[in-house]
């Protein structure tokens, strides 16, 4: 336990600080779900590019800045506070595509891949889910058929957030026809653009279409395009799961903090915090938030980068239950406001999402419990 | 800011550990604890010759001239072991001494020759007349010499409750940050009651069969189980970052050690309840420990007043500053 570095990074938070107050988009994300989304993201990835905040921690030969997981999370805490989008198309790649790409990768792999997801050129989508594959995540059955240097894809993967913007996938598929479970499975870099791909946008309960269903009918993809080698997708994929999990949301977390900061200043200056009850909620709310900001400090300095492990899945489990309780206060404060669709209804809709994505929680309690905890399937 | 303990300080824990199972062991303090003033002064003293009252204090006042980083990795053991004995209002009662300059009475703490009890209201915990008894609020705390006390029935079997009938007042210091190192401290002696019934949990869930399966395969205990090691993970890092920032004197240190001290209270509590749920009948019996750890918790939640008041620092910053 230490300060020590405090000085060094403190230099560099206000070198973040003053160029974020002069390159954050004036502009909000436009609401559309046309290619303008598209170039409002790619245009601001490519901005924090060119101003060297992109890849803070990712190495330099693949565009990054190769500095520390601790000055990662300085930028991330300026870039919430500066009020910059929240959320892009570039997420997965920058969350959990890259990562991936960077601790299972191969060479040609990551030189292709990184610099243009850190220069906004080339979004990803995450393939993961199935209709009969969701918290079962083994069920996989979309299948690929090896035919001469290609995979042939076949079958349908959902809940794929912002598919329809996308150039790529991380898709995970069975590539062993006889096989189940685990074994056989395979994570493949998918182009979203070829022949035999079809994208359906779903509405969310928040009216907007976060999420697709995508279809594959004999889409191709070269077999260079796989990701730690054929049938090695499940132990593939647990790299993409504990980088989503864990330390790729931070930005997503400290968001909560900002949001709780907010949330207290509309009620002073509404007279609610007057209410003993909102008060100690308020107060029990930061407190919490706090937390989300120590476990991103603790997690750097404990956690293994090369292995991330299941602490990774306890930073989830706690946050999406901060998250939930964030949003039941919101929604009482709101009071008969709440009739109305507004940011505040939407932030809460869209909240209820954080419990189910990713894995839902009672599945993060299994994970925690069994493999944590060692008890007992 | 690295929040990880160094090698020295997990070495401090782990000490701290072994000598704590080994002098002060639960199944013989509850044995003792209705006959015996617990710890006995030799132990008391063994404590205080391993520094742990004076880990935060120069050597001047016979102190290791470390800080709030280390005690919070004894805190922490002594939380796990549910230790008896009044090392929190000791430590604290020391830093207030030292504050007001009283080097004797500083040392004679830090060295075990004085306890210093914690005032509750009109109640002290953990002391008898001829000790001292600390009050402690936002704006400093107060040190007095007990001459007359009334024991009460206490919650806590390990924690002799008592009215004050008498005290003669020795000292009030204006000192803030005594309050944001108190809260630390209790975080951390909370957090490790979150690891003590996390594993008493685990290990009956392991061991314990009902409809032919151990009970921790089933869904409703496992994740019960497993919300006790998300409230330890998510303490944690808080009272480490606390503790760095009341060693630094920051201005944002009294928010979080209020912080860490409401969260580890809260998860303590849940964590606690939980660990009798997890154990049924046998964990409602006065024999089992496990309603120790419930009604420690619940001690140390309001040792300095009601819980609640921790809110006043939390909410005090006008917005929780990333430096």
Request: net charge negative; aromatic share 8%.
């Given at each position: 336990?230490?300060?020590?570095?405090?000085?060094?990074?403190?230099?560099?938070?206000?070198?973040?600080?003053?160029?974020?107050?002069?390159?954050?988009?004036?502009?909000?994300?436009?609401?559309?779900?046309?290619?303008?989304?598209?170039?409002?993201?790619?245009?601001?990835?490519?901005?924090?590019?060119?101003?060297?905040?992109?890849?803070?921690?990712?190495?330099?030969?693949?565009?990054?800045?190769?500095?520390?997981?601790?000055?990662?999370?300085?930028?991330?805490?300026?870039?919430?506070?500066?009020?910059?989008?929240?959320?892009?198309?570039?997420?997965?790649?920058?969350?959990?595509?890259?990562?991936?790409?960077?601790?299972?990768?191969?060479?040609?792999?990551?030189?292709?891949?990184?610099?243009?997801?850190?220069?906004?050129?080339?979004?990803?989508?995450?393939?993961?889910?199935?209709?009969?594959?969701?918290?079962?995540?083994?069920?996989?059955?979309?299948?690929?058929?090896?035919?001469?240097?290609?995979?042939?894809?076949?079958?349908?993967?959902?809940?794929?957030?912002?598919?329809?913007?996308?150039?790529?996938?991380?898709?995970?598929?069975?590539?062993?026809?006889?096989?189940?479970?685990?074994?056989?499975?395979?994570?493949?870099?998918?182009?979203?653009?070829?022949?035999?791909?079809?994208?359906?946008?779903?509405?969310?309960?928040?009216?907007?279409?976060?999420?697709?269903?995508?279809?594959?009918?004999?889409?191709?993809?070269?077999?260079?395009?796989?990701?730690?080698?054929?049938?090695?997708?499940?132990?593939?994929?647990?790299?993409?799961?504990?980088?989503?999990?864990?330390?790729?949301?931070?930005?997503?977390?400290?968001?909560?903090?900002?949001?709780?900061?907010?949330?207290?200043?509309?009620?002073?200056?509404?007279?609610?915090?007057?209410?003993?009850?909102?008060?100690?909620?308020?107060?029990?709310?930061?407190?919490?938030?706090?937390?989300?900001?120590?476990?991103?400090?603790?997690?750097?300095?404990?956690?293994?980068?090369?292995?991330?492990?299941?602490?990774?899945?306890?930073?989830?489990?706690?946050?999406?239950?901060?998250?939930?309780?964030?949003?039941?206060?919101?929604?009482?404060?709101?009071?008969?406001?709440?009739?109305?669709?507004?940011?505040?209804?939407?932030?809460?809709?869209?909240?209820?999402?954080?419990?189910?994505?990713?894995?839902?929680?009672?599945?993060?309690?299994?994970?925690?419990?069994?493999?944590?905890?060692?008890?007992?399937? | 800011?690295?929040?990880?303990?160094?090698?020295?300080?997990?070495?401090?824990?782990?000490?701290?550990?072994?000598?704590?199972?080994?002098?002060?062991?639960?199944?013989?303090?509850?044995?003792?604890?209705?006959?015996?003033?617990?710890?006995?002064?030799?132990?008391?003293?063994?404590?205080?010759?391993?520094?742990?009252l004076?880990?935060?204090?120069?050597?001047?006042?016979?102190?290791?001239?470390?800080?709030?980083?280390?005690?919070?990795?004894?805190?922490?053991?002594?939380?796990?072991?549910?230790?008896?004995?009044p090392?929190l209002a000791s430590v604290l009662g020391g830093h207030a001494a030292a504050?007001?300059?009283?080097?004797?009475l500083a040392?004679?703490i830090v060295?075990?020759?004085r306890r210093v009890g914690a005032?509750?209201?009109?109640?002290?915990?953990?002391?008898?007349?001829?000790d001292l008894a600390l009050s402690l609020?936002?704006?400093?705390g107060g040190l007095?010499?007990?001459?007359?006390?009334?024991?009460?029935?206490?919650?806590?079997?390990?924690?002799?409750?008592?009215?004050?009938?008498?005290?003669?007042?020795l000292l009030?210091?204006?000192?803030?940050?005594l309050?944001?190192?108190?809260?630390?401290?209790?975080?951390?002696?909370?957090?490790?009651?979150?690891?003590?019934?996390?594993?008493?949990?685990?290990?009956?869930?392991?061991?314990?069969?009902?409809?032919?399966?151990?009970?921790?395969?089933?869904?409703?205990?496992?994740?019960?189980?497993?919300?006790?090691?998300?409230?330890?993970?998510?303490?944690?890092?808080?009272?480490?970052?606390?503790?760095?920032?009341?060693?630094?004197?920051?201005?944002?240190?009294?928010?979080?050690?209020?912080?860490?001290?409401?969260?580890?209270?809260?998860?303590?509590?849940?964590?606690?309840?939980?660990?009798?749920?997890?154990?049924?009948?046998?964990?409602?019996?006065?024999?089992?420990?496990?309603?120790?750890?419930?009604?420690?918790?619940?001690?140390?939640?309001?040792?300095?007043?009601?819980?609640?008041?921790?809110?006043?620092?939390?909410?005090?910053?006008?917005?929780?500053?990333?430096?």
């Open positions: 336990m230490e300060l020590s570095n405090a000085a060094e990074l403190a230099e560099f938070r206000d070198q973040a600080r003053t160029w974020l107050a002069e390159n954050v988009p004036a502009q909000p994300r436009p609401r559309t779900t046309g290619p303008e989304l598209r170039e409002f993201d790619a245009a601001w990835q490519r901005r924090q590019f060119d101003g060297g905040w992109a890849g803070i921690a990712w190495d330099t030969p693949y565009g990054g800045r190769g500095l520390s997981p601790l000055q990662q999370i300085t930028w991330y805490e300026e870039l919430v506070r500066a009020g910059a989008p929240e959320t892009s198309v570039f997420s997965v790649a920058l969350a959990h595509a890259g990562p991936t790409l960077i601790a299972r990768g191969d060479e040609e792999q990551k030189r292709y891949h990184l610099p243009r997801i850190l220069r906004g050129e080339a979004p990803w989508c995450q393939g993961f889910s199935e209709p009969e594959a969701g918290s079962d995540l083994a069920n996989v059955r979309c299948r690929g058929v090896v035919d001469g240097d290609e995979l042939v894809i076949t079958g349908s993967k959902i809940w794929m957030t912002n598919a329809e913007h996308c150039d790529y996938c991380e898709l995970l598929i069975r590539t062993d026809p006889g096989s189940t479970r685990h074994a056989g499975l395979t994570w493949v870099i998918m182009d979203m653009r070829v022949a035999g791909v079809g994208v359906r946008p779903i509405t969310s309960i928040d009216g907007w279409p976060h999420n697709c269903q995508v279809f594959f009918d004999g889409a191709r993809v070269p077999l260079r395009n796989v990701v730690g080698g054929l049938g090695n997708g499940w132990s593939v994929a647990m790299s993409t799961l504990a980088a989503e999990r864990g330390p790729a949301f931070v930005d997503t977390r400290l968001a909560a903090v900002v949001f709780v900061d907010e949330l207290i200043d509309h009620t002073r200056a509404s007279g609610q915090l007057a209410d003993a009850k909102v008060y100690a909620d308020l107060a029990e709310l930061r407190a919490e938030a706090a937390a989300l900001r120590s476990m991103a400090y603790y997690q750097a300095a404990t956690a293994d980068p090369t292995a991330p492990g299941s602490e990774s899945v306890a930073v989830r489990a706690f946050f999406v239950q901060v998250v939930g309780r964030i949003g039941r206060t919101a929604l009482e404060l709101l009071g008969p406001d709440v009739v109305e669709s507004s940011r505040w209804t939407r932030r809460w809709l869209f909240d209820l999402s954080e419990p189910i994505a990713g894995g839902t929680i009672d599945i993060q309690r299994n994970i925690i419990g069994e493999r944590v905890l060692g008890l007992p399937r | 800011m690295n929040l990880a303990p160094s090698e020295f300080q997990t070495e401090l824990a782990a000490t701290a550990r072994r000598w704590l199972d080994r002098e002060l062991p639960l199944p013989r303090m509850r044995e003792r604890a209705a006959d015996d003033r617990l710890p006995d002064d030799a132990a008391w003293r063994g404590g205080a010759d391993l520094g742990w004076g880990l935060g204090l120069p050597a001047q006042y016979g102190g290791l001239g470390l800080g709030a980083a280390e005690e919070v990795m004894v805190f922490r053991e002594l939380g796990r072991t549910l230790a008896p004995g090392f504050t007001a300059g009283e080097r004797d040392a004679a060295a075990g020759r005032i509750v209201g009109e109640r002290v915990l953990d002391a008898r007349p001829g609020d936002a704006a400093g007095a010499e007990l001459v007359e006390t009334e024991p009460l029935d206490a919650l806590d079997p390990l924690v002799p409750v008592a009215r004050v009938v008498r005290s003669t007042p009030r210091v204006a000192a803030p940050g309050l944001a190192r108190g809260h630390v401290l209790v975080a951390a002696q909370l957090l490790g009651i979150i690891d003590a019934v996390r594993d008493m949990s685990v290990a009956y869930a392991r061991s314990r069969t009902q409809f032919g399966r151990p009970i921790g395969a089933f869904q409703a205990v496992k994740h019960r189980c497993a919300e006790m090691a998300v409230a330890g993970y998510a303490t944690v890092g808080q009272v480490h970052q606390a503790a760095l920032y009341v060693d630094a004197g920051r201005p944002d240190a009294a928010f979080h050690a209020a912080a860490a001290f409401v969260l580890a209270a809260r998860g303590a509590y849940r964590s606690a309840a939980d660990n009798i749920q997890n154990h049924g009948g046998i964990g409602f019996t006065w024999e089992h420990d496990a309603h120790l750890y419930l009604k420690r918790a619940s001690v140390l939640a309001n040792v300095f007043g009601p819980l609640r008041d921790a809110h006043r620092p939390i909410m005090a910053p006008a917005r929780h500053e990333f430096t």
